[in-house]
């Protein structure tokens, strides 16, 4: 399983980027997929995570109502929509595969493939 992120980059806080990640030696329903985030100096925390058979979406309190994670199967890759982006959203992004997903989308956790970051950088 390969992952590749991409589509980080600066932008000022109310703006917009939308995250790719490209998948590769995997069908996209063979897992739950996450996004996760690590800011300097913090730990790395789950931003979103999604089944890409059904409505099953977690979404970190902080994200709810800007953040939408979504995916393409027929290109394998995955996505997440970041709007009214703050100062706080500042992070490296990573993408996930295998994760643990719950049936009611409350917890998400222990990601079992890890693709490369990319950098969000949220400043004015």
């Known amino acids: 399983v390969q992952l590749q992120a991409s589509g980080g980059g600066s932008v000022q806080p109310g703006g917009s980027l939308r995250l790719s990640c490209a998948t590769s030696?995997?069908?996209?329903?063979?897992?739950?997929y996450a996004w996760f985030r690590e800011a300097p100096g913090k730990e790395r925390e789950v931003v979103s995570c999604m089944n890409t058979d059904d409505d099953v979406r977690f979404y970190r309190d902080s994200v709810k109502g800007r953040f939408t994670m979504s995916n393409d199967n027929a290109n394998n890759t995955l996505y997440l929509q970041m709007n009214s982006l703050k100062i706080e959203d500042t992070a490296v992004y990573y993408c996930?595969?295998?994760?643990?997903?719950?049936?009611?989308?409350?917890?998400?956790?222990?990601?079992?493939?890890w693709g490369q970051g990319t950098l969000v950088t949220v400043s004015s």
């Open positions: 030696g995997v069908d996209l329903d063979q897992y739950a």
């Open positions: 996930a595969a295998g994760v643990f997903l719950n049936s009611r989308g409350t917890y998400c956790a222990s990601p079992g493939y």
